[in-house]
């Protein structure tokens, strides 16, 4: 399991709030409430060599029925716990999962505009527009050595596949049903897409870009969500927001176990060896035990998390 030194802080983004929280990394208690935020916040970018953290304001709904969608990014200073700012991204609206890329730059998927936005940190300005070849593209991810880009396009039942270096959509892979998430092996040879209709992941062999293996969700009464990989990779997290579980899986897809959390599970951030479950259907967030696999302990945090990062 890998190492991790003392966090300076924690953050997380109460999507159903409408709030960004800084909590204690020890107690958990929540320190500092931002609010004012136009709805609703999303997801997180955590950048802690820049003190800064990224929030889209994704829109009024949800994926595929956001019919106001927001078209702001904004910006948290991890050190004065402030909002700074905000990256307008109109034209393009519906920001949802952003990455940062080995080049610096932020891309950020733009679901209602069909394309991943290009943001340069330096300016807070969106440099450019790729598109992504859906309006369902919700989340993304990149590959380890920057050249590939893949987003799941949820209701078409495919992954995008992005040249980044060349900014260009190359085509789309395929795959048995709908999609809700999306990781990617450290050797980048995997691409992770988790199953939207049944317990189940898909995986990618990005040379082939094909379906080559389905995984089913042992313990998992319902279709998952999100996927993620532990720093080091060697456990990968993936939540059931319908069923109430986590399942930890060895990276080889071999061994895996479903731990039952909170109401609807969402995104994961990870501390040495435990995992921290968002659950933003009330508000909890639990603590799993990642060699004993267990959850060892749970705390209220706003009124329901989608996403957590420590700094």
Sequence with gaps: MFEAGSPRGMIAVDKMGAKVLFLDPVTFETQVVLDGFPRTVHELLVVPETDLAYVPIYGEGIHGRNPNPGHLLCVIDLKTRTHVGDIDLRPLSGPHTLKLGPDGLIYITCENSAVVAVIDRSTNKVVDAINSGSTN???LIISPDGQRLYTEN???ATVSVIDLP???LLGK???PHALAGIAISADGNT???VDDEEPALFLIDT????VTRTVRLEGAPKPAQIARYSPDNSVIGVTSVQG???SLIDPSFREQTAIKVGHQPMDMAFRGDEMFVACQ???SVHVVDIPARRVKYRFQAGTGCESLGFF
């Design 137 to 139: 593209g919700h989340r």
């Design 154 to 156: 949820e209701e078409d």
């Design 166 to 168: 060349k900014r260009k």
């Design 173 to 175: 892979i395929a795959t």
């Design 191 to 193: 691409v992770v897409a």
């Design 207 to 210: 040379k082939s870009e094909q």
């Design 244 to 246: 109430d579980t986590v």
């Design 281 to 283: 259907g009330d508000g």
